[in-house]
């Protein structure tokens, strides 16, 4: 049997962190944004209708969660990164929103502005009426090895 | 308590399109598969035993819904690209089958010509008899940003 | 309704093949490793509070399984590449252990190495007390396409 599975809440989490290894910088990330020591399952990326945000809560450690989710890692000391994701929700809540990820070299201000026109675009193209868009981001100026991350945590249960 | 998720059901999808960024190309290119508003949850690539394909449904909006797929973005204008997964179906249905993936710069005879032989030879592999091979693709030419999207679906609900 | 998942067993795994192509290798090595013929879901890579290590069992076939893993393919004949897996277990088992994850060009004892450290790394940074890493790893030195695997499968039903 597989399990319907539907999550009715949101919350919006970002870190970013210097680590040993790139992986480490991301998993340092993750706990600076207060999602670390959970397992992340990643999905593509909608917001279930009638799913409204909460704020962040703390997760049941080692628990398998869904996360839509944008992440870079950089080697290239000096190098400023940024990571960002958006939500498009829409004026018709029984109708899914859309979450948009986006990553790269430069600022916070400048991923999280093209991460909202992703999901502007996105409900443009889908003809379907936008009441906000709602945004979060990171950035980080490499020293050895540096992680930024952004997503949206789908949840239940709260 | 992890419930065991063995799907009954598959179906076959594929799609593609032009976006703003190319992650909008790839949301689009879901869109048109049939399957967009959705939440794909990435797996490698069994047919679960006694699974039985059904024509594409609706999908409920937001679920996680798990999916093996092939997918392909491009930015260089005039390039054609194609993505396409072919699932080998055994003799003897108590087997689980398998579902390969391919995509690239080519067209969508090409890769899914390609993908089917790989599931051919996963199963002269296995020494296990082969019923049939059954396949979906996509192909795009980029304007500006474009996406393929072909994915076998796994459902259970039906 | 989005059922808790928090498995309560883990077990370790790896393996590496040639193929047809780099997927088929990958294909090949999962099975070489006793774990093809499912469905890996992919999750980034804690070790759930409690969680006990069990020998390697027979996943029910075409089932969805989380799994975090290292894998590297590569079309470069003669060259030796590597995948591994380390997970650090905490002193006190009501809190959650880290696995990480590593891979690339080289042997199995480099790269084994480094993931080691990596967990190391991870526990130092969250002030944890360590009570140990076990690790796993595989090597392959590539004819044609190869692929090396590594993971730590999680599962609550033994």
Redesign the interface.
């Known amino acids: ?7 009715k809440h949101f919350f919006r989490v970002a870190g970013h962190d210097e ?3 790139p ?2 910088a ?3 990330a ?2 600076q944004a207060g999602i670390g ?13 009638h ?1 409204t945000e909460i704020t962040p809560i703390t997760l ?5 969660i ?1 996360v ?1 989710y944008a992440a870079v890692e950089s080697s290239t000391p000096g190098e400023t990164i940024a990571a960002a994701v958006a939500v498009a929700i829409p004026k018709d809540h029984s ?2 929103g ?1 979450i ?3 990553h790269g070299v430069g600022t916070a201000e400048e991923i999280e502005k ?1 991460v909202r ?2 999901g502007q ?2 409900f443009e ?2 003809k379907r009426e936008l009441l906000e868009i709602r945004s979060i981001s990171s950035e980080h100026t490499v020293i050895k090895n540096g992680a930024c991350f952004a997503g949206i945590v ?4 709260a």
Chains 1, 2, 3 share one sequence.
């Open positions: 049997m597989m399990p319907l599975i539907r999550p680590g040993f290894m992986l480490n991301f998993d340092h993750l706990l020591d959970t397992n992340l399952v990643r999905m593509s990326s909608i917001l279930p209708p799913a049941p450690a080692g628990a398998l869904p839509a109708l899914p859309l948009m990820e986006h093209t026109l992703m675009k996105g193209h889908r789908l949840w239940d249960n």
